[in-house]
Each structure stands twice: as structure tokens, then as C-alpha cells.
């Protein structure tokens, strides 16, 4: 098989799992970066926008949560029933065939 193809296939597979994935790398990058530029300012700009230096965190991880997106675990069980069923549907219309 070469390199395309293979990386046409490996697309194809697992496509709602890669997407969760691909969401929670977001998420944490995103995290990061308003953890980051939070804790740049000073105790009297956070006081100004209503945040305390202990809240950083807390609110960071609110900022980030994206209610769309599908967790992890439910994205991977979705695409393991998805194959499942194709390779039913394949063995069924294989043995009409015959």
C-alpha cells in the first residue's frame, strides 16, 4: 500500500474520534493561552474586569469548555459501531452475492 493511500484510509477511519481529539487539543491550547495572558496582568486590571488571581484557572477552564463538542469516549464508541456495522453490511451483501 502506498504512503497515499494509506493516508487516505487512516481519513476515513475513525473520523468523529479524530475530530474529538483534534477539539480537545483546541481546548487546551486555548486554556493555556487565557491562563497565560490573565496571569500577565496586574491584581488591579483583574480587579477591573471582576476576577480575582485565584479565579484564573476556574474561569479559564469555563472560557474553553465548547458544549458542541462530543466527548472523547461517546466519539470512539460511535466510530468502533460505525465499523462494525459496515463490516456486517459488507459480509451480508458478500453472502447475497454468492
Do not use: C, H, W
Not at 8 to 13: A, G, H, I, N, P
Request: net charge positive; glycine share 4%; aromatic share 6%.
Amino acid at each position: 500500500m502506498t504512503q497515499i493511500a494509506a493516508a487516505s484510509r487512516s481519513q476515513r477511519l475513525f473520523p468523529r474520534t479524530r475530530q474529538s481529539l483534534a477539539n480537545a487539543a483546541q481546548r487546551l491550547e486555548s486554556r493555556q493561552r487565557i491562563e497565560r495572558e490573565l496571569s500577565s496582568l496586574s491584581d488591579r486590571a483583574l480587579a477591573d474586569i471582576g476576577l480575582y488571581r485565584s479565579d484564573i484557572n476556574e474561569f479559564a477552564y469555563a472560557a474553553s469548555v465548547s458544549p458542541a463538542s462530543e466527548p472523547l469516549f461517546q466519539a470512539l464508541l460511535a466510530d468502533i459501531r460505525g465499523l462494525v456495522r459496515g463490516r456486517k453490511a459488507t459480509s451480508y451483501t458478500a453472502r447475497a452475492a454468492e
